[in-house]
């Protein structure tokens, strides 16, 4: 019987009875301190069969020590909040270029995301930016994060976020499309294949891998991502600059 503290045990030689206050090693073995009402304690051997409980012999052992529980981590590795209420929703917001992206950031920063009130919405093309930010009316309090995929000098993304304001942070990945930013191995390939300039990048994609159509292609994208380690570091980086902006 494992023996915990403050369990009553009797020594079976001498009639000592007390409770378990703490053990000992020594060449000799282990010995656990028995303390009795007076406050007074001895040390007994830990023998087998050399107590009583109820009259009963027993053979104390040592109880395991208490498993240090880890945190429970989120899928973007924070710390999850156990019994999340939902709260009332930011006036701040992050906008993603589409439908994917916005999965994307959900299926790794839901949480987080639920936890600080921020909304993730998509923007149906970074085109859109320029009316969606003068409808929206970015201020203190009110700022909007904004991420872009193929985010890399002279492109036309670089170009289409520049000078947007102080309440307004773009981020972004070199990546030509969301999907790319999800680690190869993750979806079971060496490297995601290269698709000439003027094809739809998605249809060539699938076509290249043999996963048939851009919807099974974004199943088979979706599905393999499990965690914040299924994606390329460049994504992180930028999702994760774009909750601190918004929720300072």
Sequence with gaps: MAADRDLVVEDAATGYCGAVVGFE??????????????????????????????GKPVTLTRPAPAASRAPARSASGST????????????????????????????????????????VEHLEGLDNLGA???EFEPGPGRKVGVLVDHLVHGSKESQLTRGLGEFVLVTGHPFIDVWEAVRPSAVGIEAWPKIPRGQDWKTGMCRELGWGTPQDGWRKVYGSVQNFRDLEAPLIGAVEQLVDFVTA
Excluded: N, P
């Design 25 to 54: 090693r020594t060449y000799d073995g282990d010995f656990v301190r028995l303390e009795d009402g007076r406050g007074r304690t001895r040390l007994f051997a830990m023998r087998e069969s050399a107590f009583l409980i109820d």
């Design 132 to 134: 969606r930010l003068a």
């Design 80 to 119: 999850k909040v156990e019994g999340l209420r939902a709260r009332t929703a930011r006036a701040s917001r992050i906008w993603v270029e589409g439908v994917h992206d916005a999965a994307l950031v959900e299926r790794v920063w839901g949480h987080d995301l639920r936890v600080e009130g921020v909304v």
